[in-house]
C-alpha cells in the first residue's frame, strides 16, 4: 500500500532552516571598500565615531551671534566680524555683535542667535534688535548629534544612502564589509529559449532568467550567469558540480517538481544533499533547500525556485532574501505585515498560506489583482505588495488584511 505524502514544511520553520543553512556555509570574507561605493553592502565590523558632530558649537540660522547680556529692545551696537561657514572668528568683544551664517562655528563669548529676520540695520552699519534674545537660541551645540566614541552603525548593517551620509559624517573614508555573496544562476528546461532567438513550437522565452538576474543584482551579490541547462540528468549533476566550486550560493528555477523531466532532486542527491523539499504555501510549493559538495571541500547552498515566474518571485523574496542576508552577516528579520483593508474578496481560499499580489489604491485599501495563476508574471510588475493570507482564511470586502510591502521584503 503506498504511503500517504509527507506533510508540507509550514513557511516559518522553512525559513528558519534556510537562514540556519545559510549560517552554517557563511564565509565570513571580508574586504574594505571606499565609502563612497558602500551603497548595498553590509557592515564587518561597528563603525565608532572619532569626534563630536558637530565639532564645534555653530548656529542654525543666518543672523547675528550675540551675548545676550548686551542686548536691550532698540539698542544699536557694532557689527564687527562677519562669519562665514567653514571660518572661526574671532572672540565676540563686548557691546558688539557678529554677523554669523548657517554652519559656522559660535564665536568665544557668544551665547545666543539672533534671526537675521529680527535685525534692523541702521544707515551707520550698526544693528538693533526689537526684543531680547534667549540664551542658546539657535545654537546647535558641539556633539548635539553623535558624541564621540559612540557606535554609530553596528555590524551588520546594509548600508543605504542616510547610512553611508552618516559614516562620512563621522570622518570614515573607508569601511570593512562582508564580501559580496557569489551567486550562481540557472535555467533548467528544454522548453526555454532566450530573447531574440526565435520561438519555436512549444518554447517559452526565459524571463525567470532576468528577474532572477536583477532580483540577486539588486540584493548585492556577484552574479555568474550559467545559462540554461537540459533536461538530463548528467547536465545537471555537471552544472552543479561547476557551480559549486567558486561560488556561495546556487539558485536554479524549474526541474524541483516532481516530473520525469525534473532531475534536480536526484542530481542534489548525488551531487549533495536536500534539507527541505516542498513548502505550505501557495504559490511556490516546489521549493528546494540544500547544499553542493565541492571538490576541493566544503558546500555551496543551493535554493531550488519553482519554474512558474509569479511562484518564483514570491520564493526569492521570502527564501533567498533572507539566506543573502544570512550568508553576509545581518540578522534576520521577518517583514513586519502593516494592517489595510481589503477592497477585495477572496471567498476561495487555499489550505495553504497564500501570497495575493495586490496594490494600494487611493482610499489606503488594497485592489486585487484579477488573476492570481502563478505563470502571470504582470502580477508582480502591477502589485506593490502581497497579502499574506493565512490557510483556509477568506477574504471579504473591507476586512483587515496583512499587508507585506514589497519594499520591505527586498530589503530595499
Given at each position: ?59 542654525s540660522m543666518d543672523g547675528y551671534a550675540v551675548r545676550c547680556a548686551d542686548i536691550s529692545p532698540g539698542r544699536p551696537l557694532e557689527v564687527s566680524q562677519r562669519i562665514a561657514a567653514g571660518h572661526v572668528g574671532d572672540a565676540l568683544r563686548p557691546h558688539t555683535v557678529a554677523r554669523i551664517f548657517t554652519g559656522a562655528p559660535i564665536p568665544d563669548g557668544a551665547d545666543a542667535v539672533i534671526m537675521q529676520e529680527e535685525g534692523t540695520v541702521l544707515d ?289
Amino acid at each position: 500500500m503506498k504511503s500517504p505524502p509527507a506533510p508540507l514544511m509550514p513557511l516559518d520553520d522553512a525559513v528558519a532552516r534556510v537562514v540556519d543553512c545559510a549560517k552554517a556555509l557563511a564565509t565570513g570574507d571580508q574586504e574594505w571598500i571606499s565609502t563612497f561605493d558602500a551603497w548595498g553592502r553590509v557592515l564587518a565590523q561597528d563603525v565608532h565615531a572619532e569626534l563630536n558632530v558637530p565639532p564645534a558649537d555653530n548656529t542654525s540660522m543666518d543672523g547675528y551671534a550675540v551675548r545676550c547680556a548686551d542686548i536691550s529692545p532698540g539698542r544699536p551696537l557694532e557689527v564687527s566680524q562677519r562669519i562665514a561657514a567653514g571660518h572661526v572668528g574671532d572672540a565676540l568683544r563686548p557691546h558688539t555683535v557678529a554677523r554669523i551664517f548657517t554652519g559656522a562655528p559660535i564665536p568665544d563669548g557668544a551665547d545666543a542667535v539672533i534671526m537675521q529676520e529680527e535685525g534692523t540695520v541702521l544707515d551707520d552699519g550698526r544693528v538693533q534688535f526689537a526684543k531680547s534674545p534667549t540664551p542658546g537660541q539657535w545654537i546647535r551645540s558641539a556633539g548635539e548629534d553623535i558624541q564621540k566614541g559612540t557606535a554609530v552603525l553596528r555590524r551588520g548593517t546594509r548600508l543605504n544612502p542616510a547610512a553611508m551620509g552618516l559614516a562620512a559624517s563621522v570622518g570614515c573614508a573607508r569601511l570593512k564589509v562582508v564580501k559580496r555573496p557569489r551567486v550562481a544562476l540557472f535555467s533548467t528546461g528544454d522548453e526555454l529559449v532566450m530573447p531574440g532567438e526565435p520561438l519555436r513550437p512549444g518554447a517559452i522565452y526565459n524571463s525567470n532568467r532576468f528577474m532572477l538576474k536583477g532580483l540577486l543584482t539588486g540584493a548585492g551579490c556577484e552574479v555568474s550567469d550559467l545559462g540554461i541547462v537540459p533536461d538530463r540528468l548528467d547536465a545537471t549533476q555537471q552544472a552543479l558540480r561547476q557551480a559549486a566550486q567558486d561560488h556561495d550560493l546556487i539558485l536554479t528555477s524549474g526541474g524541483v517538481s516532481v516530473g520525469e523531466e525534473d532531475h534536480l532532486r536526484p542530481a542534489m542527491q548525488l551531487e549533495g544533499r536536500i534539507d527541505l523539499w516542498q513548502v505550505a504555501i501557495k504559490p511556490g510549493k516546489p521549493l528546494a533547500l540544500g547544499a553542493v559538495r565541492r571538490s576541493q571541500g566544503g558546500e555551496a547552498l543551493f535554493i531550488g525556485m519553482p519554474g512558474n515566474p509569479v511562484s518564483s518571485f514570491v520564493t526569492f523574496l521570502l527564501f533567498a532574501i533572507p539566506a543573502l542576508q544570512a550568508l553576509q552577516g545581518m540578522d534576520h528579520k521577518p517583514c513586519k505585515a502593516l494592517r489595510v483593508r481589503a477592497d477585495f474578496d477572496w471567498p476561495k481560499p487555499d489550505r495553504r498560506r497564500e501570497f495575493l499580489r495586490v496594490r494600494l489604491n487611493a482610499d489606503q485599501g488594497l485592489d486585487l489583482f484579477p488573476n492570481q495563476s502563478s505563470g502571470v508574471l504582470t502580477s508582480a510588475v502591477w502589485a506593490d505588495g502581497l497579502v499574506d493570507n493565512a490557510p483556509g482564511q477568506s477574504i471579504a470586502r473591507g476586512d483587515w488584511v496583512n499587508f507585506l510591502p514589497l519594499s520591505e521584503l527586498m530589503g530595499l
